[in-house]
């Protein structure tokens, strides 16, 4: 007959005074392992998420030459398709508007301001993300 040891295995380690008390090492290390593999998700994912959210958005910034943007003529710049938000100057007389570049493009916005007779300029286009960052860093040079 062959000597089972996971029969007596309790009884021989009572008798050499083994103790199981405490985590295992692999139990151990599994939580150390899950604790900081959380802490870099937790910094790390709402940055992502933002990023993923935004990757494909374009500024485009407009000025008007002499009169203010309307509000009307904001409505319809909305209702292009792929225009996230549109934001204008405390003068009125720039316009930033934010566009999905997949959807929508510079000359849907030239279009229509030719359709309604607005002489705007196209000063620049930049990435959504780069003048979040820049209006950011000016913030921080100016002055209250």
């Known amino acids: 007959m062959v000597y089972d040891n996971e029969k007596y295995r309790a009884k021989r380690e009572k008798v050499l005074g083994i103790n199981q008390q405490g985590f295992k090492f692999q139990t151990l290390a599994l939580i150390v392992i899950c604790t900081i593999l959380s802490g870099f998700a937790f910094a790390s994912l709402p940055e992502a998420v933002s990023y993923l959210g935004t990757r494909n958005l374009d500024d485009a910034i407009y000025k008007l030459d002499g009169t203010v943007f309307q509000d009307a003529m904001m409505e319809k710049i909305e209702a292009i398709k792929g225009v996230a938000f549109i934001t204008r100057d405390k003068h009125g007389s720039r316009l930033v508007i934010t566009f999905d570049r997949r959807v929508a493009e510079i000359s849907d916005f030239d279009l229509l301001f030719n ?13 959504h993300r780069q003048r979040r960052a820049v209006l950011e860093k000016e913030e921080q040079f100016e002055t209250p």
């Open 115 to 127: 359709r309604i007779n607005l002489r705007a300029v196209l000063l620049n286009r930049v990435n």
